[in-house]
């Protein structure tokens, strides 16, 4: 007699993650060098990882017979100094993906709710719905966060808020005193996560303060990454910082030993190269302009970029990542997003910049 395994129904729902195609797969199929591809679908650095990190990581004695410290001691310790907070604030994580995954399973279960915007990070809602909550999703019409109607919904009764700034897909941010006054008004028993996954690549003027956001509200939450700007997605390390009582359920609420000893050693030494920050930080918005400038020459709408990315509507996005694919670039189509006319580009070298300017020309 079969019996049929029985799951959860928010389980049987869930959709899998759609990553952005690996280089390796389309260097198969074209028959091509996976050097020869170009990949601007995952907002990844395209000058590699910081240099600081790659030499301390050389430089390391790693004995892989053992598990990495659990608490993170020199990376939280270097964190904390770089933020002028104290070590008992900072929690990390497998990238950050796993620190705001952790603050999911920390304030919500089954029944419990959470708010975000339309269009929010694809991890966060999967998160959500791997535990069973009900989300309420705030419409996005302007692909901007719309804090006024998320105030609306604040009476609902919800556990936990989740705002990218900026946010992936759309690449847009929300304005620093308006994202204040907002934090400020949520009720203190309910979490509010400010995922800043791409915070280095915001121009200055619209960045805020999110620490010393978190420095007033106990009930705050601010993501960071070492994946983006530091150039380590490959070891998967973030961090979060929020007052010692939310950071310290966090910390019971998380997996042991999910970062390696080879990211806490990169990553603490990637977080003093401000150099290389600098320089790529220089170059997304040199491509970040050129990549505009040709999207408006190619008549092609686009949400103007505060990121390392451009999110471009482009008619069939499925269609047109295809055609690009046959030039060996892998782009990112949005339709698990519900973006089925749009595509993300990441920003790559100025090569790379080209390389894509010159497809879309040609595909047009
Ligand atoms: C908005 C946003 N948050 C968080 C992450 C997670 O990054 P990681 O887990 O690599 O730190 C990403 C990655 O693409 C992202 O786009």
């Known amino acids: ?72 001691t020199n990376l939280v310790g270097a964190i904390s100094r770089r933020h002028d907070v104290p070590c008992d604030w900072v929690v990390c994580g497998a990238g950050s993906e796993a620190v705001i995954g952790n603050a999911v399973s920390t304030m919500l279960t089954t029944g419990r709710k959470t708010l975000y ?21 705030v ?55 400010l995922d800043e996954a791409y915070f280095e690549y915001m121009p200055e003027a619209i960045r805020g303060d999110s620490i010393a956001l978190v420095r007033k509200h106990p009930n705050l939450l601010v993501s960071r ?58 170059l997304n918005r040199e491509c970040q302009k050129m990549l505009h400038a040709a999207l408006d020459r190619l008549r092609i709408n686009y ?8 999110l471009a509507e482009v008619g069939d996005g499925a269609a047109l990542a295809r055609r690009l694919e046959r030039h060996s670039l892998i782009v990112r189509p949005v339709n698990s997003y519900g973006l089925p006319n749009w595509v993300r580009f990441s920003l790559g070298t100025v090569a790379d910049t080209e390389r894509l300017i010159h497809a879309l020309t040609l595909t047009e």
């Open 117 to 137: 915007s339309q269009y929010s990070f694809q991890a966060y809602v999967g998160a959500c719905q791997r535990v069973g909550a009900t989300p309420i999703v």
């Open 1 to 72: 007699m079969s019996e049929s395994l029985s799951y959860p129904d928010h389980i049987l729902h869930l959709k899998p993650y759609v990553p952005g195609l690996p280089i390796e797969d389309l260097a198969r199929r074209l028959g091509v060098e996976p050097s020869s591809i170009v990949k601007l679908a995952s907002n990844e650095n395209p000058q590699g990882a910081s240099p600081r990190a790659l030499a301390a990581l050389a430089a390391a004695r790693i004995d892989l017979s053992r598990y990495p410290d659990n608490d993170c």
């Open 225 to 282: 990454t070492f994946s983006k700007a530091y150039g380590l997605a490959g070891l998967r390390v973030g961090y979060g910082i929020a007052q010692a009582p939310l950071a310290e359920m966090l910390r019971r609420a998380r997996a042991p030993f999910s970062v390696s000893e080879s990211a806490q050693i990169a990553a603490e030494a990637a977080l003093d190269d401000g150099e290389f920050i600098a320089r790529t930080v220089q």
């Open 303 to 310: 949400l103007p970029s505060t990121t390392n990315f451009v």
């Open 139 to 193: 419409p996005s019409p302007a692909f901007a966060v719309d804090l006024g109607a998320m105030r609306a919904q604040l009476s609902n009764g919800v556990s936990l808020i989740y705002i990218a700034n900026p946010g992936n897909p759309t690449g847009t941010a929300v304005d620093p005193d308006d994202l204040a006054a907002f934090v400020a008004s949520v009720p203190q028993s309910v979490v509010v996560i």
